[in-house]
């Protein structure tokens, strides 16, 4: 994807989430793009997620600010999977507490529903698709995951969302909540979709 001047491409992250743009803005710094988020651009509504897989819902998001802002844009959608509930909450992991839930909420309602679930039983992964929109409308989709198990107890401060909670595979005797940003991004599902993003951009 090539911009049409020396300057750095602009890209708009299609997102809600300030964890996730510094997070994606951390893990592509080597490109030398500028990264804007909707909210600095201004007049951008969140569409509703109304796809029933991560690719669906990046694509919505994605799309929608490419429409918007007429400039390259990157979107992610990801979620908690876990093996006791089936997979719940999966792409519902943000409104896994209700509608207007809180990231408190959803850990919460997450610990009631794994409260009789033994130890070895509590594996999980997050998952994240990232779907790229070029200037010119070209789109790209790499997707990636971290596995690990959640814990009975939230521990940490950092990240966001369900890192209290979860104890990935690659950093034993930590959160995801317990990582600098660097770090989690190394391990993370959506630091391992933002490489493979770049793999299938640079080759
Ligand atoms: P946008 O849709 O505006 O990007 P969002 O936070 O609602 O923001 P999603 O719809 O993709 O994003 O929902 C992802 C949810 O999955 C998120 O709210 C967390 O609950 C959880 N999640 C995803 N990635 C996570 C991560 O790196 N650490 C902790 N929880 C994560």
């Not at 519902?92 to 207007?100: A, Q």
């Not at 660097?182 to 391992?192: F, L, Q, T, V």
Request: with cysteine; proline share 3%; charged share 25%.
């Amino acid at each position: 994807m090539s911009s049409s001047s020396n300057a750095p491409l602009r890209v708009v992250v299609a997102t809600g989430n300030p964890h996730k743009v510094d997070e994606i803005a951390a893990a592509l710094r080597f490109t030398g793009w500028e990264f804007v988020s909707t909210a600095e651009l201004g007049g951008w509504d969140s569409p509703e997620e109304t796809g029933t897989t991560f690719e669906d819902n990046a694509r919505i998001k994605a799309q929608a600010a490419h429409e918007r802002f007429g400039i390259a844009s990157l979107a992610d959608d990801s979620g908690l999977v876990v093996d006791a509930l089936d997979g719940a909450p999966g792409v519902y992991s943000s409104r896994y507490g209700g509608e207007e839930a809180t990231d408190a909420d959803n850990n919460a309602k997450l610990l009631r529903e794994l409260a009789d679930v033994s130890d070895e039983d509590r594996t999980a992964r997050f998952r994240s698709v990232i779907v790229l929109i070029g200037e010119d409308g070209t789109e790209t989709v790499a997707s990636g995951a971290c596995e690990g198990v959640i814990g009975r107890e939230g521990r940490g401060n950092a990240g966001f969302g369900y890192d209290p909670l979860f104890r990935p595979t690659g950093t034993p005797g930590r959160t995801m909540a317990q990582l600098s940003m660097d770090e989690k991004n190394a391990i993370s599902h959506r630091g391992a979709a933002l490489m493979a993003l770049r793999e299938k951009l640079v080759g």
